[in-house]
């Protein structure tokens, strides 16, 4: 049997949909119409945002919507079972999801100003060879993006987890 935190890890992941935008066609990542109970009405993506950005969030970033249906599925996928199993698996699951073409990660750095503070904050926070090229650093860039999302993704499921089983034990 599924893990509480398993289900709602597997709610969140199927929560996105892809949509287009009927100025442009561009795709676009939003949460669906009928969500999922827990969700409805949290601030959970404001969290994210905040989680990227600090406590000034870009509201709302295409990029930070898609980031985390793709940062749930990558958990999902993994085979979590808990926060602990996710934790372990942050790093990993971060590093797989950043941009393996230097076109696609120049994109993301031009996507959003706040993305050059990210690279700033990455190359700091995680160090960064005197010699790393723009690619590289945006790299790690993207990388502290998804690791602060996945943070926040699980923070999240392990609230609603455990709010769920103390219902549970309670009934």
Known sequence: MATTFRIVLTELATAFVSAKRTSNGEKYYRIKDDP?????????????????????????????????????????DHGVENSDDAREALHEVADSLVDVYNSARLAWLASNLRNAELVDEACNELGCDADADVCTRVGLGQYLAYTRILEAVIAAVETEANERDEQEGAA
């Open 36 to 76: 999922p109970t827990w969700l409805r009405g949290t601030n959970l993506m404001h969290e994210i945002h905040s989680a990227v950005d600090g406590s000034d969030p870009r509201l709302p970033d295409d990029w930070i919507y898609e980031a985390t249906a793709s940062a749930a599925d990558s958990l999902r």
